[in-house]
C-alpha cells in the first residue's frame, strides 16, 4: 500500500523543497550538489509520468512509460540522502566527547 500520489507530489514540489527548482534548498532541505542534482532529475521523471497521466490519476502514473524513471531517481536519491546523513551523524561528537 502506498500514499496517495498527490500528497506524495505535494511534499516534493511544496513542502520539502521545490523538485522543479531545487537549487535554493541546498543547504536548507537538501545537503549536497548531488542531492540537488537528483531532485531535479526526480522533479523531471515526475513532470513526465504526469504528462503520460491524462487524468491524473495513480493508476494512470504507476502505468506510465517513465514511472520505472521516478522510482530509480528516487531510490538514487534516497540512498544518497541517507548516506548524507549518516556522515553527519558520525561527526556529531560522542556524549563521552563532552
Do not use: I
Not at 549536497?32 to 491524462?54: I, Q
Not at 541517507?82 to 553527519?88: F, H
Amino acid at each position: 500500500m502506498f500514499e496517495n500520489l498527490d500528497h506524495v507530489f505535494h511534499t516534493l514540489f511544496d513542502d520539502f523543497c521545490d523538485a522543479d527548482e531545487p537549487d535554493w534548498y541546498l543547504g536548507v532541505s537538501l545537503r549536497s550538489e548531488e542531492e540537488v542534482a537528483l531532485m531535479r532529475e526526480l522533479g523531471a521523471a515526475l513532470n513526465a509520468a504526469a504528462d503520460e497521466a491524462p487524468n491524473d490519476t495513480d493508476a494512470e502514473y504507476l502505468r506510465a512509460p517513465s514511472w520505472r524513471t521516478v522510482v530509480a531517481v528516487a531510490g538514487r536519491l534516497a540512498q544518497v540522502m541517507v548516506a548524507n546523513d549518516l556522515k553527519e551523524l558520525v561527526a556529531l561528537p560522542s556524549n563521552d566527547e563532552t
